[in-house]
């Protein structure tokens, strides 16, 4: 095949890559934040969400490749912006529209007793004795029972957990 045919061949639009990391979610002035993740380490782009205090999602289907493709590479040995630049709200809502979930910001501190515990602060919360603990929102707190969501999972609805049904979070010391 001639140079002249192989450039006439229309490209594969396929994305090279079957899944792509976004660290996405609303800053402390609630501006809007995204990155994509293709080849780093997973547990890095993991912390640097729960560092930044927002969302993580993963990309696998065609629909989401389309808006995430839009997205700025993220640098996840950055900080601040550097590692999740800001992005329009045009392109926030989109991404919002692929995973659902309200969109606000997630507390980067830790509750540092159950007295302090509200809502934004990141827990841990049990899902079933047989489906285990995930990580999940404080939306609402009425006494000892707790409205969460899921932190990873926006499209499943809020749901209720009494405080035995939770574990607090605590930063390493150093």
């Not at 095949?1 to 450039?7: D, E, L, V, W």
């Not at 002035?29 to 993740?37: E, G, L, N, S, V």
């Not at 995930?134 to 499943?156: P, S």
Request: aromatic share 6%; glycine share 6%; no cysteine.
């Amino acid at each position: 095949m001639s140079k002249k045919q192989q450039a006439a061949k229309p490209k594969n639009d396929k994305p090279r890559h079957s899944r792509v990391l976004v660290i996405f979610g609303l800053d402390e002035h609630d501006k809007p934040r995204a990155a994509r993740f293709v080849d780093d380490n997973e547990h890095l782009v993991a912390r640097a969400a729960q560092a930044l205090g927002l969302r993580i999602g993963i990309a696998t289907k065609p629909k989401h490749f389309a808006v995430v493709g839009k997205l700025p590479i993220g640098r996840v040995h950055a900080t601040g912006t550097a590692a999740v630049p800001s992005i329009s709200k045009d392109l926030y809502d989109a991404l919002a529209a692929l995973v659902g979930g309200e969109p606000s910001s997630i507390s980067t501190s830790f509750a540092k007793s159950w007295d302090e515990l509200g809502p934004g602060h990141l827990v841990v919360a049990q899902d079933s004795l047989a489906d285990g603990w995930y990580e999940a929102v404080v939306k609402k707190r009425a006494g000892e029972n707790f409205t969460l969501a899921w932190r990873d999972y926006l499209t499943e609805p809020e749901f209720e957990r009494p405080i035995t049904a939770i574990a607090l979070l605590t930063a390493k010391r150093s």
